[in-house]
């Protein structure tokens, strides 16, 4: 049962105030999560609430804490902490908005998160263990960013994230020392060309490229300079986050002041799909591009993962509606865009059942909160993204998926290609 529950403010990655909650059960078990945010939100969000005003640019959380002190607190008293389900529905009609804008959907989420680890620490069992519940789980293939862009690089570039995937690796382990080749092998290819500047929001190499082409010529010589085979081996994966420069019909590029309509986009995104060995594009038009969606999906979703993020926002009846209408074919979860550990399950699940790629991702903003690296064991999400290679609450999370796969030991089955939702890539 659920003894005291506690809200306070903590610094996430870019320096920003951020929700942290602490539960503590009758029978003394403690659960802790913090909540991350991002840059690149889509509409549908649940509401990240900031006090707004002069202090820390408006971002303090003064708010969402005393959300959790004053009203979460005493609303979950004495509640099961096992019954996740209970704990979120009571969280959900606490708030009463759509947006859980009145507490905060940062104060709601880490509230979640805190109350799911306190119910593992009471079973006594590891977080991913508790969620499986003894069923079958795969451990994720990663999603690795190697540069980064659009919204977290001051719009250097327009794609977001130029990530590798190594769906041939046979563990997770592997697939990390593959990863690590490559970001080292993309490290020496910038710095011989003038162009190491540093690293951008998620840790990856600031992207000082004068093109998107570019980036991923790039991208392509590092996974093969590293000695893989680029598409058999290693593969390349796109956050395209189009909502960043356009909607409907309209996008603007960053670096050549064009302007190009749905077609054109689909079109570039194409060639870029025949040229490189791109196995997996997220929001490859904007969340409100519904037609483009489907266009994208119809002409790419057989050789590549197309994945909604901005355009699914976490939410299990648009990606029922994206699967009827044949608009993607994954579905990207973050818990803090649904709000609560239920609702991103039921995305999640919801996914599964029309066959979806799912992924579990992190936020721009993050912290050490390990809660997604047992979300996505835990869930059998088949694949985790968390960022890049280096810069400790990225790799608080990869750490953690290690010593996941290591206490399996023999039994640790790693999702590999298993994780895409096409069968001829
Ligand atoms: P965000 O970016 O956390 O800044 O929204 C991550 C993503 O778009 O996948
Ligand atoms: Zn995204």
Redesign the pocket.
Known sequence: RIAKLHGRRVWDSRGRPTVEVEVHLSDGAIGRAIA??????GQGEALDLRDGGDRFGGLDVRRAVASVNREIAPALLDLDAADQEAVDRLLVDLDGTPDRGRLGGNAIVATSMAVLHAGAASADVPLWQHLAGGRPVRIPLPEIQIFGGG??ADRRVDV??FMVVCPAARSFSEALDWTAEIYRAAGSLMRAAGKAQGVA?EGGFWPAFDSNEEALETLSLAIESAGFAPATQVGISL?V?ASQFGSAGKYTLALDDRTLDTEALIDMLGGWIRQYPILSV??PVGEDDHDGMLEFTRRHGRHCQVIG??YLVTNAERVEAAATGGAVNAV?I?PNQAGTITEAFQALQAGKEVGFGTIV?????ETEDITIAHLSVGWDAGQL?VGSFTRSERMAKWNEVLRIEESLGDSAEFSGWSAFPFADP
């Open positions: 991350p945010a991002g840059a690149s939100t919204a977290h977001q994230d929001d956050d986050a997220e929001d993020d901005d990207l973050k991702s992190a936020r721009s903003g993204k």
